[in-house]
């Protein structure tokens, strides 16, 4: 998956412009205005449309650099059976440490959700390593947790007073984790 932050560094850095990077990201369906709208999307976060494999190429070429140096590895886990807040306790603990280093910490932290996020780390390292990239070098850009609603086949009640019962209602969450690599 193409990294917006390292896409948006790179272009800075080398002074390249969105003109030029966009002549060599033509490619079947998509013009060259097309193509200099994708950028410029690209550059801002939003993935519309859906970098291919072809265009990171493209676009590392044109700025000097291998794929691996405009890419970060993405990994989710949906309605994990955890609270949103649970599970971002440790999120907060590996974000921006390195992978192996993270993978260490959640080994021992004694939270439900740390088997889940090391799941998660541990599949975004796996696709790295089969992009080959460097796994020594590679460290957790992003690692959020958003909302799922309630846990499905979990509407389980609990008695009150005069007859009267509350819902007892168990959350589940989505766990996002990406790597990249430091250049």
């Not at 907060?92 to 998660?120: C, P």
């Not at 499905?152 to 790597?179: C, E, L, N």
């Amino acid at each position: 998956m193409l990294s917006a932050s390292k896409l948006d560094n790179l272009i800075k850095s080398t002074g390249k412009s969105v003109a030029d990077l966009a002549t060599g990201l033509k490619r079947a369906g998509l013009t060259e205005k097309q193509a200099a709208s994708a950028i410029k999307n690209w550059r801002k976060g939003l993935m519309k449309p859906l970098p291919r494999k072809s265009d990171i190429e493209a676009l590392a070429s044109g700025l000097g650099v291998d794929v691996v140096g405009v890419s970060q590895w993405k990994s989710s886990v949906r309605y994990s059976p955890s609270s949103p807040r649970k599970a971002r306790l440790v999120t907060q603990l590996i974000y921006g440490r390195g992978a192996q280093e993270a993978l260490d910490l959640l080994k021992f932290t004694h939270k439900r959700a740390s088997d889940t996020v090391s799941k998660a780390l541990k599949s975004a390292i796996a696709s790295a390593d089969e992009d080959s990239a460097d796994v020594e070098n590679l460290y957790v850009c992003l690692a959020k947790v958003d909302g799922a609603g309630v846990r499905v086949g979990t509407k389980r009640w609990i008695a009150k007073d005069r007859g009267r019962a509350h819902s007892i209602r168990k959350m589940a969450s989505h766990i996002h984790v990406a790597v990249t690599e430091i250049v």
